[in-house]
């Protein structure tokens, strides 16, 4: 029986590599598949492929269910026009209540781009022939209504007094059957020589026929068996929001080339290589043969990452690439406690067999909860962050789940095979030497119960160091927060910051100018003042004129309008509170203890503080990426918080006579060399793409590797103790508890027998 078992985990782990060598292949070269490599089957965003995104404020006094239903209609609308522009990867959506983002990626022309999406929806009514009949300003307004006649539904269209005049010539012209038709419907059939052809933005959205002249300030359409309640009041709202759209204001409009995003997503990728090499060869030192197996289930991941991207149509950004490479860490982190309990059953004299199967089931918990944690953070970032905020999150989700399931499964099953091995089975290829000790010391016996106050004074300080930072001088906020503009050139020479300055004094900018390149030919120009693109042309034009340079060589344009920043922040705490709540919930139905929620959640909210510390210490840049790297590092602290309360848990049933400060002390010290082994793999995955990627994607990297000290930091010196204080007084072990119910029952029985002597 166990002789087919393991025939069949042998051709299993056989499939799976000659998958992962096809996968790979396939990804490389294209070879095998129809459309070509991974890399052309992904879809890339602006950073990337460059492109135009704005984000338009609509303008109604409209709340609830009908403001809904405006913002659906202009979001159809807008998406026709991108549509009718040709332009591929667009993407329109709603962000809030009344605010539409549209990203158009590859655009070239970007100020006609936004300029075109901007414009009011343009309604209009031709004659079969092409003759223009009226347009959307003839309209008053447009409902559904029942169809008694036909059943189903019909659209009701109200003209205003223009309009109903210019309507009643029309459908007199079109009844009378002397129109010969040169249009199509929205199918591409000929339309009727008696058809209205209702258009919006140039594209045919119905094309009804006249059955008698209308003289009057309203029609009807409809049709036989009648139209579904969806499409007529789909029709309905197009019409209705041709005649009257909602007033768009640009609040934040970005222009970008592709050659930043190219060379950005090049660099990333090297980097990403370099990081996956270095954790690689860091888990063959620690691991051995572990370590290949960790390998092998690695280089799956990433493989199964971005096909299910490519399969989902998901839009991969440079944030995004900064997610799945952070993902890398996490999913190391799987392996890497399994590997230690499998280590650590060998140490107490199991067989590798037995070590093996002891180990997985005792990791599973662990491995469970603290990527549930990671994943809860990661939604609650999709639901909140903005475009590319998003793209990171759902990379990190993505790479969570995978990490699960690669770390559960497949390396599972090729550790079972190892274990299986007469050769490759024994200790020593599971880092044990042959007597049980393990071949590096990784024993550590610090006592963080004892020094806890010494670490709560640290945390303090830097917090109040801080707070002082802040008061006397407040935060560096980028112009996400603060609002204002951002143009990046190539001058096509090498130019003074002050010349520049002094060309462009007459718009009254106060810029800050800083060289982009080594030979200082191209700048960035920054200021807090909030220019449309209008404005924007009018600054390059004066550039242009004196300098020479090429309209391509505008690398990129930004605008930001200062609301953005209150969203931003507002969104931020909304964020931290839903995690945290989500959070609390999760750890209290796992751990059937409340003192474990409060004190990982006080490790949450010391992260905060002290990564707010640090930023007003050292005057970091906030801006957009600063909310990935908070929630970061919310989910980060949480995970890593999580295995050491697993272990305090579990070494409560099975160590019951130590007393909590020692029982604590010994968890964390079991837990440490994992705790250290996942921050160096995080890190060492994300340092060389810090070093070599853009400055856009750097500014995601900062908050991350803060997390990363910062939230290994909270686990070992601040949660724990924490749950040792709220927990002193009860105990935590089922022997403290029932030592501490007996002493208790003994203090009764002394102090009544003590009353009846006095009675006596």
């Given at each position: 029986?166990?002789?087919?078992?393991?025939?069949?985990?042998?051709?299993?782990?056989?499939?799976?590599?000659?998958?992962?060598?096809?996968?790979?292949?396939?990804?490389?070269?294209?070879?095998?598949?129809?459309?070509?490599?991974?890399?052309?089957?992904?879809?890339?965003?602006?950073?990337?492929?460059?492109?135009?995104?704005?984000?338009?404020?609509?303008?109604?006094?409209?709340?609830?269910?009908?403001?809904?239903?405006?913002?659906?209609?202009?979001?159809?609308?807008?998406?026709?026009?991108?549509?009718?522009?040709?332009?591929?990867?667009?993407?329109?959506?709603?962000?809030?209540?009344?605010?539409?983002?549209?990203?158009m990626p590859g655009v070239e022309n970007a100020e006609e781009a936004i300029e075109q999406i901007g414009r009011t929806a343009q309604l209009q009514f031709f004659l079969a022939d092409g003759t223009l009949a009226l347009t959307g300003e003839g309209i008053s307004d447009s409902q559904i209504a029942t169809d008694s006649n036909n059943?189903?539904?019909?659209?009701?269209?109200?003209?205003?007094?223009?309009?109903?005049?210019?309507?009643?010539?029309?459908?007199?012209?079109?009844?009378?059957?002397?129109?010969?038709?040169?249009?199509?419907?929205?199918?591409?059939?000929?339309?009727?020589?008696?058809?209205?052809?209702?258009?919006?933005?140039?594209?045919?959205?119905?094309?009804?026929?006249?059955?008698?002249?209308?003289?009057?300030?309203?029609?009807?359409?409809?049709?036989?068996?009648?139209?579904?309640?969806?499409?007529?009041?789909?029709?309905?709202?197009?019409?209705?929001?041709?005649?009257?759209?909602?007033?768009?204001?640009?609040?934040?409009?970005?222009?970008?080339?592709?050659?930043?995003?190219?060379?950005?997503?090049?660099?990333?990728?090297?980097?990403?290589?370099?990081?996956?090499?270095?954790?690689?060869?860091?888990?063959?030192?620690?691991?051995?043969?572990?370590?290949?197996?960790?390998?092998?289930?690695?280089?799956?991941?990433?493989?199964?990452?971005?096909?299910?991207?490519?399969?989902?149509?998901?839009?991969?950004?440079?944030?995004?690439?900064?997610?799945?490479?952070?993902?890398?860490?996490?999913?190391?982190?799987?392996?890497?406690?399994?590997?230690?309990?499998?280590?650590?059953?060998?140490?107490?004299?199991?067989?590798?067999?037995?070590?093996?199967?002891?180990?997985?089931?005792?990791?599973?918990?662990?491995?469970?909860?603290?990527?549930?944690?990671?994943?809860?953070?990661?939604?609650?970032?999709?639901?909140?962050?903005?475009?590319?905020?998003?793209?990171?999150?759902?990379?990190?989700?993505?790479?969570?789940?995978?990490?699960?399931?690669?770390?559960?499964?497949?390396?599972?099953?090729?550790?079972?095979?190892?274990?299986?091995?007469?050769?490759?089975?024994?200790?020593?290829?599971?880092?044990?030497?042959?007597?049980?000790?393990?071949?590096?010391?990784?024993?550590?016996?610090?006592?963080?119960?004892?020094?806890?106050?010494?670490?709560?004074?640290?945390?303090?300080?830097?917090?109040?160091?801080?707070?002082?930072?802040?008061?006397?001088?407040?935060?560096?906020?980028?112009?996400?927060?603060?609002?204002?503009?951002?143009?990046?050139?190539?001058?096509?020479?090498?130019?003074?910051?002050?010349?520049?300055?002094?060309?462009?004094?007459?718009?009254?900018?106060?810029?800050?100018?800083?060289?982009?390149?080594?030979?200082?030919?191209?700048?960035?120009?920054?200021?807090?003042?909030?220019?449309?693109?209008?404005?924007?042309?009018?600054?390059?034009?004066?550039?242009?004129?004196?300098?020479?340079?090429?309209?391509?060589?505008?690398?990129?344009?930004?605008?930001?309008?200062?609301?953005?920043?209150?969203?931003?922040?507002?969104?931020?705490?909304?964020?931290?509170?839903?995690?945290?709540?989500?959070?609390?919930?999760?750890?209290?139905?796992?751990?059937?203890?409340?003192?474990?929620?409060?004190?990982?959640?006080?490790?949450?909210?010391?992260?905060?503080?002290?990564?707010?510390?640090?930023?007003?210490?050292?005057?970091?840049?906030?801006?957009?990426?600063?909310?990935?790297?908070?929630?970061?590092?919310?989910?980060?602290?949480?995970?890593?918080?999580?295995?050491?309360?697993?272990?305090?848990?579990?070494?409560?049933?099975?160590?019951?006579?130590?007393?909590?400060?020692?029982?604590?002390?010994?968890?964390?010290?079991?837990?440490?060399?994992?705790?250290?082994m996942t921050s160096l793999t995080t890190l060492l995955s994300m340092v060389p793409l810090f070093i070599m990627a853009s400055s856009e994607l750097r500014s995601f990297l900062v908050p991350l590797m803060i997390g990363v000290f910062v939230g290994t930091y909270s686990s070992l010196f601040l949660c724990s103790p924490v749950f040792?204080?709220?927990?002193?007084?009860?105990?935590?072990?089922k022997y403290e508890d029932n030592k501490a119910k007996a002493d208790k029952q003994r203090k009764k029985s002394a102090k009544r027998k003590d009353d009846e002597g006095i009675r006596l």
């Amino acid at each position: 029986m166990n002789s087919k078992k393991t025939g069949r985990r042998k051709v299993f782990a056989v499939l799976i590599v000659l998958l992962l060598i096809a996968s790979w292949i396939v990804s490389f070269t294209g070879v095998g598949s129809k459309f070509g490599n991974l890399g052309k089957q992904l879809k890339y965003g602006l950073d990337i492929n460059g492109g135009v995104y704005v984000l338009l404020e609509a303008d109604s006094k409209e709340t609830g269910a009908e403001l809904t239903a405006i913002m659906n209609q202009t979001k159809s609308v807008l998406e026709n026009r991108v549509n009718a522009m040709g332009i591929s990867e667009a993407q329109v959506s709603i962000e809030g209540t009344n605010r539409l983002r549209v990203e158009m990626p590859g655009v070239e022309n970007a100020e006609e781009a936004i300029e075109q999406i901007g414009r009011t929806a343009q309604l209009q009514f031709f004659l079969a022939d092409g003759t223009l009949a009226l347009t959307g300003e003839g309209i008053s307004d447009s409902q559904i209504a029942t169809d008694s006649n036909n059943g189903g539904y019909k659209i009701t269209i109200d003209f205003t007094n223009e309009g109903s005049n210019l309507f009643a010539d029309a459908t007199e012209k079109a009844y009378s059957g002397a129109v010969t038709p040169t249009m199509t419907d929205e199918e591409g059939n000929l339309v009727a020589n008696t058809a209205i052809v209702i258009a919006l933005d140039d594209e045919v959205i119905s094309a009804p026929t006249v059955h008698e002249k209308i003289n009057s300030r309203s029609c009807e359409i409809t049709r036989p068996n009648g139209f579904s309640e969806t499409e007529a009041s789909q029709l309905s709202a197009l019409i209705r929001g041709g005649a009257l759209p909602a007033n768009l204001t640009e609040i934040n409009s970005s222009v970008q080339t592709a050659t930043i995003g190219a060379n950005a997503l090049k660099l990333s990728v090297k980097a990403g290589a370099i990081g996956l090499g270095l954790v690689m060869v860091l888990m063959v030192i620690a691991y051995g043969m572990l370590g290949v197996v960790a390998d092998l289930a690695l280089l799956l991941y990433i493989q199964l990452v971005l096909w299910i991207m490519a399969a989902m149509g998901s839009v991969l950004t440079l944030p995004g690439i900064a997610g799945i490479i952070l993902s890398i860490g996490m999913a190391v982190d799987s392996n890497v406690i399994i590997f230690t309990r499998i280590r650590e059953e060998i140490q107490k004299g199991k067989s590798v067999r037995v070590a093996v199967d002891m180990g997985y089931h005792a990791a599973l918990g662990t491995v469970v909860d603290s990527q549930t944690t990671t994943l809860v953070a990661a939604f609650v970032l999709y639901i909140f962050g903005t475009t590319s905020v998003k793209g990171f999150a759902l990379t990190l989700m993505i790479g969570t789940v995978m990490s699960v399931i690669t770390a559960v499964f497949i390396t599972q099953l090729f550790v079972n095979l190892l274990a299986e091995s007469e050769k490759l089975g024994t200790n020593r290829m599971f880092g044990v030497n042959e007597d049980g000790t393990p071949r590096f010391s990784w024993k550590f016996n610090l006592h963080f119960i004892e020094n806890r106050k010494k670490f709560y004074a640290l945390s303090l300080a830097v917090i109040l160091i801080g707070a002082g930072f802040f008061a006397f001088r407040g935060f560096n906020y980028g112009i996400d927060f603060t609002g204002g503009t951002m143009m990046q050139i190539e001058m096509g020479q090498e130019v003074d910051i002050d010349d520049v300055k002094a060309t462009i004094a007459e718009y009254d900018l106060n810029p800050t100018i800083v060289y982009a390149s080594g030979n200082n030919s191209q700048i960035i120009i920054r200021t807090i003042k909030d220019l449309k693109s209008d404005d924007r042309q009018a600054v390059v034009d004066t550039l242009q004129a004196k300098y020479g340079f090429e309209d391509s060589d505008v690398l990129a344009s930004e605008e930001f309008g200062p609301t953005v920043g209150k969203d931003l922040r507002n969104n931020a705490i909304k964020s931290i509170l839903i995690a945290a709540l989500c959070m609390l919930i999760y750890i209290r139905f796992r751990f059937k203890n409340w003192q474990y929620g409060l004190a990982a959640i006080a490790g949450l909210g010391h992260d905060v503080l002290v990564t707010l510390a640090i930023y007003a210490i050292f005057r970091i840049t906030i801006n957009n990426p600063f909310i990935a790297g908070i929630l970061t590092v919310v989910g980060y602290s949480i995970n890593d918080t999580i295995v050491v309360f697993d272990r305090i848990r579990e070494n409560s049933k099975f160590f019951k006579r130590k007393q909590a400060m020692e029982l604590i002390d010994t968890s964390i010290n079991q837990t440490l060399s994992r705790t250290m082994m996942t921050s160096l793999t995080t890190l060492l995955s994300m340092v060389p793409l810090f070093i070599m990627a853009s400055s856009e994607l750097r500014s995601f990297l900062v908050p991350l590797m803060i997390g990363v000290f910062v939230g290994t930091y909270s686990s070992l010196f601040l949660c724990s103790p924490v749950f040792y204080e709220l927990t002193k007084k009860e105990g935590i072990s089922k022997y403290e508890d029932n030592k501490a119910k007996a002493d208790k029952q003994r203090k009764k029985s002394a102090k009544r027998k003590d009353d009846e002597g006095i009675r006596l």
